[in-house]
Structures are given as C-alpha cells and as structure tokens.
C-alpha cells in the first residue's frame, strides 16, 4: 500500500514562499505511469488541482498558478515538493499531495492521498 505524508510550516507570511514535502513509501515516486500531485481546498470552496510531477519528472501546472508554482523531486529521498511563490491570504487551504493514476479519469484516478495539512497565509 502506498502512503503519503505532508509535511511544511503552517503559517506563511504574505509574500513569501509556501513550501511543502511529499514523502512517500510503499511505492517509487518513478514508476510508471504515475503522477504525483497537488491538490488544495481553500475554506468553503472545493479542491482545486495545482499541478503534477510525472513519474518521468516532467511537470504541468494549472494555468491560473503555473507562475507561481514549482514542484520538484528527491527522487533519492521518494519526496516531491510543491513550492508557490508570492502568497496571499487567498492561498489558505488544506493542501493534500496525492497519486494519479494515469488513465483513469475521475476520483478513481486519485486513490491514495495524503491526510491534509492546513496552511494559512497570515502576518
């Protein structure tokens, strides 16, 4: 069984960068054909995907934050990092790293995800 485990501050001042870790075992974060992703849901709206790291390391973000979002690997460490820059009070979510499983549309295709963790942009 694959797990996945958020970890990263809980506050972020605005205007500085949000930095978050996937770690994950049970499973490479190489292996085809996997896309390790991530996934928010700011207070009373509902989830919003940000964007992935393949299982090649290519990646893709969504067009409303591809400016502001990096995600990386440690491939060494089976950790993928989502890193968004310039943050406002707006970026206050529940972030959830998750693995999609590619070619399986809807929430089949995310069967394993992270428990969550609260950031909140705040001075």
């Known amino acids: 069984q694959v797990q996945l485990q958020e970890s990263g501050p809980g506050l972020v001042k605005p205007s500085q960068t949000l930095s978050l870790t996937c770690t994950v075992s049970g499973g490479s974060i190489t292996t085809n054909y996997y896309y390790w992703s991530w996934i928010r849901q700011p207070p009373g709206k509902g989830l919003e995907w940000i964007g992935y790291?393949?299982?090649?390391?290519?990646?893709y973000y969504s067009p409303s934050l591809k400016s502001r979002t990096s995600i990386s690997r440690d491939t060494s460490k089976n950790q993928f990092t989502l890193q968004l820059s310039s943050v406002t009070p707006e970026d206050t979510a529940v972030y959830y790293c998750?693995?999609?499983?590619?070619?399986?549309?809807?929430?089949?295709?995310?069967?394993?995800w992270g428990q969550g963790t609260q950031v909140t942009v705040s001075s």
């Open positions: 998750a693995r999609y499983e590619g070619g399986i549309k809807g929430a089949r295709g995310y069967p394993s």
């Open positions: 790291i393949a299982y090649s390391g290519s990646t």
